[in-house]
């Protein structure tokens, strides 16, 4: 979890007086500073937890994700942070459009000639009134009068949850994970061993061999 979301994950290596590994303690990423230093013309990584002790690079299980620079790697999360902008960014229009009555139900016209500012006074009061009730008799001054959308924008849900469906399989292609993994796709109904074994060599394989080999190097 902390490889995927803060793309570091560590742990210190406890050992008996043998030097043989007994257990890790795993460290949270945010609390862990790193620092290159050269010794002997070698360079080793050199870890500080907290306000703790500073431990060499042998007693530190260290995944790095996304890794450009030597010190840490980079989370996923932030290597793609435009794709999760625009994700949130529909989140919180479909949001008002649910809940603070962004849709529009109906087209109020006329015949009077208006300013702007006398046409925005006159919406905001129409919306003052009858934007969030049901159930009152409308009353408008001679000239004017109220259409109802029949659908209520239909157009514009459908434009909603597809721009949704296409943030969700954006974060699902950030992570790795077939997008018939998650329901979506040609064969999201009809999944079959090659389907997993594809999710299994492509997504999980590369994270676990990643682990393997760094406890084997540790």
Known sequence: VHLLLWGNAYAYIHRNITGIPISLEILYPYDVEVEILEIDG???????YKDGPVYNQKDIIHLADFSIELEKGISRITAKKNTLREVGSVANYTKDIYTNG????????????????????FR????????????QIMALPPGFKFEQFKHNLPFADAQVIEAKKFGVEDVARIFGVPLSMIGRGDSADNKSDREYNTFLTTTIAPITLMIENEHNRK
């Open 124 to 135: 905001q009061k129409i919306q003052e009134k009858y934007g969030n009730t049901s159930g």
């Open 102 to 121: 962004l849709q529009i139900s109906g087209l109020v016209t006329g015949t009077s000639i208006m300013g702007s500012q006398e046409l925005e006074y």
């Open 42 to 48: 070698i360079k080793e990584r050199w870890y500080k």
